[in-house]
């Protein structure tokens, strides 16, 4: 064990999260760009410890405060409150070391995005992922406090429209107007809580309910945002692999359709369609690029991306690639 983890424990023994004298293992986990994310074993117990970086490890790395952290345990506590079954618990919150720490999902979960790569797609996850996100974005838009807690938009701003939206318009000098116009839509929209990373790697699913993580982009703002940033990545895996595009789509399909029958919020299909066109856009020229596509996926993004942006369709039938 290195210097740092043996701190980390330190801290989390004196901070009662793990008895002493016991014996622990830290097994970091994959994937994590913006914090140190690890298993910690004690006894029959599994939890996962995360501690926020200042920096992304992405190629393009841009800032955020790592502060962030903080919100996410809050945004999950909030979370968990309305659908218990889809969020960890939140074991302890280290302010000062900017450190969370919650239970870990059981071994036989699995993460979403690696599913979906392998050719396993389940409509009925997309289901299930509907109704919560529409549980919580329903529920937190009719709750004041949850609103007033979340309204501070800074690090969506650095975390999601910088890199996505703004990236893009630079590099895409043609459609500045365009995507001022989406990203003034979708300010002005501040209606409830968003998670603002709803991604299939941020997906766990298994037997039971799936579990939503990484909460550290959660926001009040537009409910719009979900539901592209999901079906953007539903789209890209259809770009990736042309063969089960169908397949993605009748996914995200049943993931909008179970949202639209239980959420109370208005979605307007034209800022959906507009937003997955940036989304896709922003995942071939943006700072935060897929890590699947080939260059010559990547071109087919760009120009499905510019297309579905600049056609101005208002059906989300046309954020499909035609296979
Ligand atoms: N409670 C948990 N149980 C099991 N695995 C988890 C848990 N939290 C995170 N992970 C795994 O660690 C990865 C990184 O965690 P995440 O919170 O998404 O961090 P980051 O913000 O760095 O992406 C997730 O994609 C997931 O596979
Ligand atoms: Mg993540």
């Known amino acids: ?116 790569l392998a050719g396993v797609i389940d409509p009925g996850v997309g289901g299930l992922l509907g109704d919560a996100l529409a549980a919580w974005h329903s529920q937190s838009n009719a709750d004041p406090d949850s609103l007033r807690r979340f309204a501070d938009p800074s690090h969506f701003f650095d975390l999601r429209i910088s890199p996505f939206f703004l990236r893009v318009a630079e590099v895409h000098p043609d459609l500045e107007p365009t995507i001022t116009d989406v990203v003034g839509r979708m300010t002005a929209r501040s209606l409830c809580l968003v998670h603002g990373d709803f991604s299939p790697k941020n997906v766990l699913v298994g037997q039971g309910p799936p579990w939503v993580l990484d909460w550290e982009t959660a926001h009040r703002g537009d409910p719009t945002f979900d539901l592209a940033f999901l079906v953007s990545h539903l789209v890209c895996k259809a770009v990736h692999r042309p063969g089960d595009t169908d397949r993605y789509r009748r996914c995200a399909e049943v993931f909008m359709e179970t949202y639209f029958g239980s959420s109370s919020l208005d979605i307007d299909p034209a800022d959906l369609v507009r937003q997955v066109g940036c989304l896709v856009l922003a995942r071939v020229d943006g700072k935060s690029p897929v890590d699947y596509f080939g260059p010559a996926e990547q071109a087919t993004a760009r120009a499905h991306g510019r297309r579905v942006l600049t056609e101005g369709k208002v059906d989300v039938a046309a954020v499909w690639p035609r296979s």
């Open 1 to 116: 064990v290195d210097e740092h983890s043996q701190d980390l424990v330190a801290r989390l023994v004196a901070r009662g999260v793990i008895p002493t004298g016991v014996s622990v293992t830290m097994t970091p986990l994959p994937g994590g760009v913006s914090a140190d994310v690890s298993v910690i074993s004690v006894a029959s117990e599994r939890l996962v410890v995360k501690r926020a970086l200042p920096r992304l490890r992405v190629a393009q790395e841009w800032h955020s405060s790592p502060t962030r952290v903080l919100r996410e345990a809050d945004a999950m506590i909030f979370a968990r409150s309305v659908r218990p079954d889809n969020v960890p618990e939140i074991v302890d919150i280290d302010e000062e070391g900017l450190t969370i720490v919650m239970r870990a999902a059981p071994d036989s979960m699995e993460n979403w995005k690696s599913r979906l």
